[in-house]
């Protein structure tokens, strides 16, 4: 990572986002900082490699993995980070893999490890972003989870990328658990 300045100044933002995320609603800092710094460990893999480690390691997205080279990395960061940091627990390790994702019952470290990655300040200035950040202390973090995830999903379709079939059903079990906890 450290060959590629913007990609560790982003992961060192994230850390510092999530961290004070963490400090705020609740979930673990350290973890939270550590998360944030090797979230993409895997990112900086050119595309074909990436796919080809993920066919090798048995990572399944129910479709042909070049469709969604952009999610592969944070699934195969938790399966093999835990080789070169074995100390890194259980918790940390979901997190970083579902960060690109989501998760329909996402723990709190999972929460602020995915809104981080979004809002961290290094992103710049753009509507939905500043939004999701003006949010931070003033709604839960379920609620600013699930903007963050809502926003995510209208940037990919805005976009005109491939939407992973499995984000629909993360979206519809965020929605009904959002709607039972009022």
Same mark, same amino acid.
């Given at each position: 990572?450290?060959?590629?300045?913007?990609?560790?100044?982003?992961?060192?933002?994230?850390?510092?986002?999530?961290?004070?995320?963490?400090?705020?609603?609740?979930?673990?800092?350290?973890?939270?900082?550590?998360?944030?710094?090797?979230?993409?460990?895997?990112?900086?893999?050119?595309?074909?490699?990436?796919?080809?480690?993920?066919?090798?390691? %048995?990572?399944? $997205?129910?479709? /042909?993995?070049?469709?969604?080279?952009?999610?592969?990395? =944070?699934? !195969?960061? @938790? +399966? *093999?980070?835990?080789?070169?940091?074995?100390?890194?627990?259980?918790?940390?390790?979901?997190?970083?893999?579902?960060?690109?994702?989501?998760?329909?019952?996402?723990?709190?470290?999972? %929460?602020?490890? $995915?809104?981080? /990655?979004?809002?961290?300040?290094?992103?710049?200035?753009? =509507?939905? !972003?500043? @939004? +999701? *950040?003006?949010?931070?202390?003033?709604?839960?973090?379920?609620?600013?989870?699930?903007?963050?995830?809502?926003?995510?999903?209208?940037?990919?379709?805005?976009?005109?990328?491939?939407?992973?079939?499995?984000?629909?059903?993360?979206?519809?079990?965020?929605?009904?658990?959002?709607?039972?906890?009022?």
């Amino acid at each position: 990572m450290a060959s590629k300045p913007r990609r560790l100044a982003h992961s060192l933002s994230v850390g510092h986002t999530a961290e004070a995320l963490a400090q705020l609603y609740g979930a673990d800092p350290y973890k939270a900082r550590v998360a944030g710094i090797l979230h993409d460990w895997e990112k900086v893999l050119p595309d074909d490699t990436l796919v080809e480690e993920a066919q090798e390691a %048995q990572i399944d $997205f129910g479709v /042909d993995l070049y469709k969604v080279k952009p999610l592969i990395h =944070g699934v !195969l960061a @938790a +399966q *093999r980070l835990p080789d070169r940091y074995p100390w890194l627990d259980q918790e940390t390790l979901d997190a970083i893999a579902c960060h690109t994702t989501g998760v329909k019952d996402p723990g709190p470290l999972s %929460q602020v490890l $995915f809104v981080a /990655d979004g809002i961290e300040p290094l992103r710049g200035s753009k =509507g939905p !972003l500043d @939004a +999701q *950040r003006c949010l931070v202390g003033k709604a839960s973090l379920s609620e600013l989870y699930l903007t963050s995830f809502c926003d995510g999903m209208v940037y990919v379709i805005a976009t005109r990328r491939y939407l992973w079939p499995g984000t629909v059903d993360i979206y519809n079990a965020l929605i009904q658990a959002s709607k039972e906890s009022k």
